[in-house]
């Protein structure tokens, strides 16, 4: 027992005191510090340096602007103690050297150390951008936030500028023990949050709520807003009663909006919102505001190949279909008569509140041409028009600047054929017999043939059943000889040509070849004559005979046809 005394005092077995060991044993313990934070005593204060007595031979000497950098200083009155770091026992002046700075980041660290492993939020400033993210300022330790991990979604650059240079929580996501890198999330903390907002917000949540929520992203289709954790998709139909075409063009990223829970699925957790619902529906009491036949002002907010869409209200549009365009342009296209944005007036032809449909008319704004026209020219006068084009309908013309019409293929000639359509060109100026017109239905019927009608009436008159014609052939078919007879059309049919079959051949004639021909029928429908050859040679030989019968009387009858017979040949 006194010999462990004795040791434990420094004093050797013989009883003499080792102050070698002492001494020795004394500066082990004091550069065991080295690397190490201890408390110091501030012994003097000046201006730009801190004395500390930390227990060891020296004292030690700390700039007085490692002090001042800090958020919170320390107390640097005369005997306050103070954390420092001994870097080094001795120095070249025999000196210990100490460091509060690196007192301040042995002391973050640990902090941060124990948080990242506990998965702990910690207090940064978002401090300065670099390639790829952000620095973060931790209790002075820099630390390094990825552009992906600033927000739940992606975020432009020029929006984290209001997140800098303010005290926010992060979560560490990596420590090195290099101590050089330290990465952090602030996604992560957001995702936390809005887990346990998500769950209450969902619990919540039924159809017809009224939310307040954040635009969080716009898209061709609509807008995603952010409820407080969970998303909606506000489509653009339901942004507002009027024609909304992009979003864009009603919402911006970060506005605040009143939005309607207008479907909520719970399985799928899909939410379905509407801004114009929270608005009074224009088409409610439509019919009580507008009535069919009357003139309104509105706005061409769309035009296309069917026609143009017309705003007489905020959130009522009609259509003008492309027949409503124009009184005197058929087969137009709407881009050529209107423009978006114009103004124009239109009636109101129909409205259907429960399809939410409008019809418009932009021509019945002006009076009908045709009405006009039927007032000054009746059924059956004759008047001049332009051809300004040929189809293979028929052939269509301007009547006046404000009326077009078509002379059907089968009016044309009362012979019909492509032949009478071939004859017209752009730029011809024909007459045409006014047939029949119809205002409400803008229908004008016209003929050509009817012009000669009068003539070739008349000229049947003379013509009997019978009676032998000049006829000049004007084409060739098949089927027989197409010929004009003055003003009229006959057809001579093959079987009509000759009495012989041998004979019956078309070939035999051409066109431009004059011939004659018996009148077999007439056919006053179409001012058309049936001919036929074969009947005036049967009657050539028929008067032969009675003139031979009638010079020879008394001559044998053999000798009586043989001349005739002859000629017949």
């Known amino acids: 027992m006194s010999e462990k005394l004795i040791n434990s005092a420094g004093t050797s077995a013989s009883g003499k005191v080792d102050f070698q060991s002492m001494l020795a044993e004394s500066f082990s313990e004091q550069k065991s510090l080295e690397g190490k934070i201890v408390k110091g005593r501030v012994l003097s204060v000046s201006d730009n340096m801190v004395l500390i007595d930390v227990g060891l031979k020296s004292e030690g000497r700390v700039p007085l602007k490692q002090f001042q950098d800090e958020e919170s200083p320390a107390d640097l009155s005369i005997g306050s103690f103070v954390d420092v770091f001994v870097e080094q026992y001795e120095d070249k002046h025999g000196g210990v050297c100490l460091s509060r700075e690196k007192a301040r980041q042995e002391t ?4 941060l150390l124990k948080a990242f492993e506990e998965k702990k939020a910690v207090e940064g400033i978002i401090v300065n951008r670099v390639k790829g993210g952000f620095i973060v300022d931790i209790r002075g330790a820099m630390a390094f936030l990825p552009g992906s991990q600033v927000d739940v979604r992606p975020i432009k650059d020029k929006d984290v500028t209001p997140l800098m240079g303010i005290k926010q929580p992060f979560m560490i996501i990596k420590m090195e023990e290099s101590r050089t890198n330290i990465v952090v999330s602030r ?65 911006t990223v970060g506005q605040s909006v ?8 719970k399985t799928t957790q899909r939410i379905s919102l509407g801004m114009k619902q929270l608005e009074r529906d224009p088409w409610a009491d439509i019919e009580q505001r507008f009535s069919p036949g009357q003139k309104v002002q509105g706005i061409v907010t769309n035009v296309t190949d069917c026609g143009a869409f017309v705003s007489i209200e905020d959130g009522v549009e009609g259509l003008v279909y492309v027949s ?17 944005k114009q103004e124009v007036e239109v009636v109101i032809l129909d409205i259907d509140a429960a399809n939410r449909r ?8 002006s ?17 001049d028009v332009e051809v300004k084009g040929v189809t293979e309908f028929g052939v269509i013309v301007q009547v006046t600047p404000n009326i077009s019409g078509t ?41 050509v043939k009817q012009v000669s009608s009068d ?8 013509l009997k059943k019978g009676m032998t014609v000049s006829c000049e052939i004007v084409n060739i078919v098949d089927a027989g000889l197409e010929v004009k007879v003055g003003d009229l059309m006959g057809f001579i049919q093959k079987s009509d040509i000759a009495r012989d079959y041998t004979d019956q051949d078309v070939r035999r004639f051409s066109i431009g070849e004059v011939i004659e021909a018996k009148i077999v029928k007439i056919q006053t429908i179409n001012n058309k004559l049936m001919l036929s050859i074969r009947a005036q040679d049967m009657e050539d030989e028929q008067k032969a005979v009675e003139e031979y019968v009638t010079a020879s009387s008394g001559s044998r009858l053999g000798d009586l046809l043989k001349p005739a017979i002859e000629k017949s040949e």
Not at 324 to 331: D, R, T
């Open 108 to 111: 973050t660290w640990n902090l």
């Open 187 to 251: 996604r992560a903390i957001m995702e936390e949050s809005r887990a346990d907002e998500r769950r209450d917000l969902l619990s919540r949540l039924k159809q017809g709520s009224i939310l307040t929520g954040v635009v969080k992203n716009i898209t061709d289709y609509g807008a995603f807003v952010d409820l407080g954790g969970i998303d909606g998709l506000l489509h653009v139909s339901d942004i507002s009663w009027k024609r909304v075409k992009h979003a864009s063009d009603a919402l």
């Open 258 to 265: 009143e939005v309607m829970i207008t479907r909520f699925n």
């Open 324 to 340: 409503e365009l124009s009184w005197s342009k058929k087969n137009i296209i709407p881009s050529e008569v209107v423009s978006e």
């Open 358 to 365: 409008i019809s418009l008319s932009l021509k019945q704004c």
């Open 367 to 383: 009076s009908n041409p045709l009405e006009e026209f039927s007032r000054e020219h009746p059924i059956g006068s004759e008047v």
């Open 407 to 447: 002379v059907h293929r089968s009016d044309l000639a009362w012979s019909g054929g492509d032949e009478a359509l071939a004859k017209y060109h752009a730029g011809d100026k024909i007459r045409v017999k006014i047939l029949n017109i119809d205002p409400q239905k803008e229908l004008i019927g016209l003929g």
């Open 455 to 462: 003539s070739q009436k008349s000229q049947l008159k003379s």
